[in-house]
């Protein structure tokens, strides 16, 4: 099958840097170009000597570069309108960062663009590519412990806004500033906008939507962002599964502007972790373990070095295969829908601290 | 994309070398060659011997720590492989502690001494040439039916790393099932080729490497005499209770 030429749009998104090794690395990808949202994030990129070239304008980029194919959005939630619409339009393929936008309107506009260019638009839910997702699935459908009846999933990591600091900015990371509720001097945009694969994956495990929430925002630990970092979400699916969540960044990090070794504070920067009861047992799962460990440099710190398999391997796969091939992606923006309207719901619940039906 | 799940390791093998267009071809043994101490890939009317280990994550992550430097001055490595007999050797768990010591500590064996209790259990300490000290602890008294128990620890200067999370003993899985028909676990590390034991995707991913990659045929036969050798050394050290140089290459063993 011929390699998709592919480029990537701002690098601004925490998965900017697996996109790098992927599109190196697959060989179903001929990576072509990028372009940068600022200079500094330029200078990042150069240093890494990607031999790529990279353009300070995307309309450059696509000028220069018209044998492009399919774009990777990594950019800040609030770009991603503006990017569909400039992709659609040139009848490039999109795959899209995990949250497409929290305005629903918007949402609907992008799938009508997307649907009138005919274009793919996967959208980057990488945990469908798991190894240890896809035992669990497989369990779940032989009927290993029957009927689910209640699950609770973490999907708990450092923040990445130190980093990424369009994440703690509401304006850049839900779309507009909208206070949690009256009294709190923190807005919409943090840790819950970083974190919808607990959502995806309950209604992918139940094959059942979300029928209603409770949220709860706690204090920060880090008192600094003005987006929330700690939150608990507990609600039922509308097949009468129970279910509780914990999209948090709960694991402390070392403020690097720059993602590397010692980012981590607490051993794993990232877990999730799912425990479902069902009427015949239950069962626990660990989708990123068991790893190797250490305390070696650059902090020596007791460290989780990971070991689990590549799932963009997956994700990649499947991308080129509905490019090539005309498909749907399974992680389409209409699957996703349901997922953002939870979350939106998420944080309508914490401002009336009332449960919200979807 | 549909999903699959593969049950034949040779079926698996095929998938890879398609999904990747390399264009080779090559059976991994179904059942293990007794005198054999690994796994091997027939091409033609010649077996090669595989080295799976070398593709399992763990192994690739704890080089990974000694080669870029995580680890610092490292002193000694201490692993340890118990089996049950139905399904290993002592020859066999010797032979791949031997190879990763070698190849995670990144050199040769200099000189060991080993103590055997008769076939059931070995207890050897190692030299490399590079100076690091390594423990390899083997027995294959499991009952039948118990998985192997293993752990891998690399103690440096500045670090320690370890397959096994601290305050454990035995390796942890993804999941854990409990039903009426008791609790079950299950690793699986290998979307691509979903489905196979864990010693089955080494092999394959082993076998993979081999077709893919043929300059690593000749590298991992050769080792494969290196690592008979250093058996049989191990095993006369036992047997004469002397330390046995090997650093003189492969004919002193």
Redesign the interface.
């Known amino acids: 099958m011929k390699p998709i030429k592919i480029a990537i749009m701002s690098l601004t998104h925490g998965h900017t840097r697996k996109y790098y090794q992927t599109l190196k690395d697959n060989?179903k990808l001929n990576w072509m170009a990028v372009c940068a949202d600022n200079e500094e994030v330029r200078d990042v990129f150069e240093s890494g000597n990607h031999g790529v070239p990279c353009y300070m304008s995307s309309e450059e980029m696509f000028d220069r570069h018209p044998e492009i194919e399919a774009v990777v959005l990594a950019s800040a939630n609030i770009e991603h309108l503006q990017q569909i619409e400039q992709c659609a339009k040139r009848g490039l393929h999109i795959l899209s960062m995990k949250i497409p936008t929290f305005d629903m309107d918007e949402y609907d506009r992008m799938i009508e663009i997307v649907d009138k260019a005919g274009v793919v638009c996967q959208v980057e839910l990488e945990m469908h590519?798991?190894?240890?997702v896809?035992?669990?699935k497989?369990?779940i459908k032989d009927g290993?412990?029957g009927k689910i009846l209640s699950i609770q999933a973490t999907n708990i990591t450092l923040s990445p806004v130190w980093a990424f600091p369009w994440q703690g900015v509401p304006e850049d990371s839900y779309g507009k500033r909208v206070p949690l509720r009256d009294g709190d001097h923190r807005f919409r945009g943090g840790a819950l906008c970083d974190h919808p694969h607990i959502f995806d994956l309950i209604r992918w495990l139940t094959e059942s939507d979300i029928d209603f929430v409770f949220s709860d925002v706690a204090p920060n630990i880090r008192p600094e962002l003005e987006v929330e970092d700690m939150l608990l979400v507990n609600g039922k699916m509308k097949d009468g599964t129970i279910f509780l969540l914990d999209p948090s960044w709960s694991r402390m990090e070392e403020r690097l502007k720059v993602p590397g070794?010692g980012w981590e504070v607490f051993p794993k920067r990232m877990e999730v972790n799912l425990t479902i009861s069902g009427d015949?047992?239950?069962?626990?799962?660990?989708?990123f373990?068991?790893?190797?460990?250490?305390?070696?440099?650059p902090n020596?710190r007791?460290t989780v070095?990971?070991?689990?398999?590549d799932?963009w391997?997956?994700l990649i796969?499947?991308f080129v295969?509905c490019v090539r091939n005309g498909k749907q992606p399974?992680i389409n923006l209409k699957w996703h829908r349901q997922s953002i309207a939870a979350m939106n719901k998420c944080y309508d619940s914490i401002q009336q601290n009332q449960p919200v039906h979807l | 994309?549909k999903?699959s799940?593969f049950s034949d390791k040779n079926i698996a093998l095929k998938h890879l070398l398609d999904k990747?267009d390399v264009d080779c071809s090559g059976v991994i043994s179904e059942q293990e060659i007794p005198e054999q101490h690994s796994a091997s890939l027939k091409i033609g009317n010649t077996e090669n011997v595989l080295l799976p280990w070398r593709m399992e994550?763990?192994f690739?992550?704890?080089k990974?720590?000694v080669e870029n430097?995580?680890?610092?001055n490292i002193s000694t490595l201490r692993f340890c492989n118990i089996s049950s007999a139905k399904t290993a050797t002592l020859d066999k768990l010797i032979y791949r502690e031997m190879d990763l010591c070698e190849w995670i500590g990144g050199t040769r064996v200099k000189s060991l001494f080993a103590v055997f209790s008769e076939a059931s259990a070995a207890n050897i300490i190692i030299k490399l040439q590079n100076g690091m000290s390594c423990s390899v602890e083997c027995s294959v008294m499991l009952p039948e039916g118990a998985k192997p128990v293993d752990r891998h620890e690399i103690i440096?200067e500045?670090?320690?790393?370890?397959?096994?999370?601290?305050d454990t003993q035995v390796?942890?899985?993804?999941?854990?099932?409990?039903?009426?028909n008791g609790s079950e676990c299950?690793?699986?590390?290998?979307?691509?080729i979903?489905g196979l034991d864990t010693d089955s995707v080494n092999q394959t991913r082993a076998a993979f490497k081999v077709l893919s990659e043929p300059e690593t045929m000749k590298e991992w036969n050769q080792q494969d005499s290196r690592l008979r050798q250093l058996v049989d050394a191990a095993k006369k050290s036992g047997r004469l209770e002397q330390v046995i140089h090997c650093n003189d290459g492969e004919k002193s063993l």
């Open positions: 060989p590519y798991n190894p240890v896809h035992r669990l497989k369990l290993e412990i070794p015949k047992g239950a069962l626990i799962v660990d989708c373990g068991p790893n190797v460990y250490h305390n070696g440099g020596d007791y070095q990971y070991t689990y398999f799932e391997i997956g796969d499947e295969d399974k | 994309m999903d799940c990747y994550r763990r690739m992550e704890l990974v720590l430097g995580t680890l610092e440096a500045r670090g320690v790393a370890s397959d096994r999370v601290v390796p942890q899985s993804s999941i854990y099932t409990f039903t009426n299950f690793t699986d590390t290998d979307a691509e979903f």
